[in-house]
């Protein structure tokens, strides 16, 4: 997906963003064959429980939870990256399986407000991000650790970009 010449030396910004996309679509190959071999979960399901895992157990920061460990429904929603419009029968499914603990709303009873990473879950999902972390090891060894650094700096500076994105500068910029 490389609209770079051979003879430029110049990396055009839409070429970042492009890149990105490959390497997405070239990440699930390996992802569904290594990472979720054996594994009872689809590739959405693991991106919901490793998140769940991660800021139960990891410290992670990419939803706000409560004093009993309990994130909200929709901040959950907001910091997956994949699928998060099928979240509701991910959840239901995830309670039936006890992979999650749930907490209703107090006014709307069948409503579930608030998950919570069950022990059950816990289990499978850091046998994922062990795997995770194994299967970017084994890509990123020849990659440098300042290249590493850089990259996630660039992928933090696409995504603070696209927080502060305003939808009517946007227009005016692609018009």
């Known amino acids: 997906m490389s609209s770079r010449s051979k003879s430029s030396s110049l990396v055009e910004p839409v070429e970042c963003l492009a890149t990105i996309f490959s390497a997405r679509k070239d990440l699930l190959k390996p992802i569904r064959k290594a990472v979720l071999k054996d594994v009872p979960l689809t590739l959405d399901e693991a991106d ?34 994949h699928d998060p419009g099928k979240l ?17 709303s107090p006014d709307r009873r069948t409503y579930v407000d608030a998950v919570k990473i069950s022990e059950a879950g816990v289990e499978i999902a850091k046998l994922v991000w062990n795997r995770y ?10 990659v440098s650790q300042e290249d590493r650094a ?25 018009d």
């Open 133 to 142: 972390r194994k299967l970017a090891e084994h890509l990123l060894a020849n």
């Open 88 to 104: 509701s029968r991910r959840i239901k499914d995830f309670q039936k399986r006890r992979l999650i603990e749930i907490k209703k």
């Open 48 to 81: 919901t429980l490793t998140m769940l895992y991660g800021i139960h157990k990891l410290a992670w920061t990419d939803a706000p939870v409560d004093r009993d460990g309990f994130v909200t429904v929709s901040d959950l929603r907001s910091a997956l990256v």
């Open 150 to 174: 850089i990259h996630c700096r660039v992928n933090m500076e696409i995504s603070k970009a696209v927080e502060e994105f305003d939808q009517p500068i946007l227009s005016t910029l692609l």
